[in-house]
């Protein structure tokens, strides 16, 4: 039997989070102004669509995956368990 991770609130590994999406979106933001085409893969993306994207030669390939995000498990509204 595979342990169980406890579930907690912790508003600053929520302020990490967010601060690494806002730094994501910046650079982001400086590679297009920069004149490099970006590709965003979401959530429902494959490997196939990034092994496309690559063949196909865009340079920037961004997988937005927020599946590992902690809002997006057991407590959506991130209220306290």
């Known amino acids: 039997m595979a342990a169980r991770i406890p ?6 590994v929520a302020i990490f989070e967010e601060r690494g999406f806002q730094h994501e979106a910046a650079y982001l933001a400086r590679l297009q ?3 490099f085409e ?3 893969i979401d ?3 494959t490997p196939d669509d990034t092994e496309a ?3 196909s030669g865009i340079p920037v390939i961004n997988w937005r995956d927020r ?3 902690p ?3 057991g407590n959506p509204d991130n209220a306290p368990a």
């Open 53 to 55: 994207a690559m063949r």
């Open 71 to 73: 809002r997006r498990q």
């Open 38 to 40: 970006i590709l965003a």
């Open 67 to 69: 599946r590992s995000s």
């Open 7 to 12: 579930h907690h609130y912790d508003p600053g």
């Open 43 to 45: 959530d429902d993306g």
């Open 33 to 35: 102004d920069r004149g």
